[in-house]
């Protein structure tokens, strides 16, 4: 079992930054891999970044990729992500997860993962 509360969104102009962390609490997160996700309104979730259990390997989504990095820092339990180079297209609610078992090729599917957080809202200005 696993709570996790994500936090740093706001409200950035185009080219701005933001950093989105996520604390995890209940079983140590350092078993999990973790993720992030977004949903802007009309839209599905979709596939940001993953980072495996040891911090080792990362996956981004290409419209992403160049741009945010993912990271995790297991003593605190805590992981992040640093959006850079903001786009108006990124505005979104930003979700992060966690799952256990996760196999590469299945990283990019919200099925796959276990556990969610409430989200934090990212709004990118022209």
């Known amino acids: 079992q696993v709570q996790l509360v994500e936090s740093g969104g706001g409200l950035v102009q185009a080219g701005g930054s933001l950093r989105l962390s996520c604390a995890a609490s209940?079983?140590?997160?350092?078993?999990?891999?973790m993720g992030w996700f977004r949903q802007a309104p009309g839209k599905e979730r979709e596939f940001v970044a993953h980072?495996?259990?040891?911090?080792?390997?990362?996956y981004y989504a290409d419209s992403v990729k160049g741009r945010f990095t993912i990271s995790r820092d297991n003593a605190k339990n805590t992981v992040y992500l640093q959006m850079n180079s903001l786009k108006p297209e990124d505005t979104a609610v930003y979700y992060c997860?966690?799952?256990?078992?996760?196999?590469?090729?299945?990283?990019?599917?919200?099925?796959?993962?276990?556990?969610w957080g409430q989200g934090t809202q990212v709004t990118v200005s022209s």
């Open positions: 209940g079983r140590t997160s350092s078993s999990y891999a």
């Open positions: 980072i495996r259990r040891s911090g080792g390997s990362t």
């Open positions: 997860t966690a799952g256990g078992g996760i196999i590469a090729g299945d990283v990019r599917k919200p099925g796959r993962y276990d556990y």
